[in-house]
């Protein structure tokens, strides 16, 4: 069902002309508010600056105190510092000597003299004679010891006792007699003793081994 646009719209007033604006007068009772809030204003500064004096009070008095217990307050004792140890004192090393620079010897030319020049005589450099050394005498040569050489041993004997030996012809003791220098070979052997018998023998001896011979003149 439809309903019609004309009637659902509210009717529009549209002023015919605009309205001039009404001035009215101040009444008295806004002078009195004004009076009001300037006299809460000057009571109200009054105030602060009361409350600003009695902290100022409170301030130097808590002041004033803090120095007074400050006084009467022992002293501390003084605390012991500790000084570092110096540190050890190395000797610098010595400083060898700068040596003085050469002063060039400064000559005016017109004052300067020529030397001649200087010449050297000449130096023999040859070695000195030196002595030759003495001939050193030769230690005399030891020669061979003679080749040693070979014996045999032999043991005379007899009975009696004490009769002479002959060795080859030669008279060598009277028995009893042992002899080490007999050489090997055949030797021919001979005793003899006043009032006995002469005795002959002939003995074969060989190098290192011992022989005994003994005779009975009886």
């Known amino acids: ?7 659902s719209e509210p009717p529009i007033d549209l002023p015919l002309h605009d309205r001039a604006p009404v001035f009215e ?4 009772l806004g002078d009195t508010v004004a009076a009001a809030e300037i006299s809460s204003v000057s009571s109200g500064g009054s105030r602060g600056f009361a409350i600003g004096l009695l902290v100022l009070g409170l301030l130097a008095g808590f002041g004033a105190g803090f120095v007074v217990g400050q006084r009467l307050a022992p002293p501390e004792p003084p605390r012991a510092v500790e000084v570092p140890r110096p540190a050890p ?4 090393p010595p400083v060898a000597p700068i040596a003085p620079a050469l002063e060039p010897a400064l000559a005016p030319a017109r004052n300067a003299v020529s030397e001649p020049p200087v010449v050297e005589a000449p130096v ?19 020669r061979p010891a003679p ?12 009975r009696p006792a004490g009769a002479t030996i002959y060795l080859d012809d030669g008279r060598i003791g009277v028995t009893p ?4 220098t007999v050489t090997p070979g055949v030797h ?6 006043l009032g006995h018998e002469t005795w002959r023998t002939s003995v074969t001896v060989k190098e290192g081994e011992q022989f005994f011979v003994g005779a009975s003149l009886e």
Request: aromatic share 2%; no cysteine; glycine share 0%.
């Open 89 to 92: 004192v190395v000797p610098a």
């Open 25 to 28: 007068e101040p009444s008295p």
């Open 147 to 158: 080749p040693a050489v070979p014996t045999a041993t032999i043991r005379f004997d007899s």
């Open 177 to 180: 007699l042992t002899l080490t």
């Open 124 to 142: 023999d450099v040859r070695a000195p004679d030196v002595p030759p050394a003495p001939a050193v005498a030769k230690a005399p040569v030891a």
């Open 1 to 7: 069902m439809r309903t019609d646009a004309t009637e």
């Open 188 to 193: 021919q052997v001979r005793m003899e003793m």
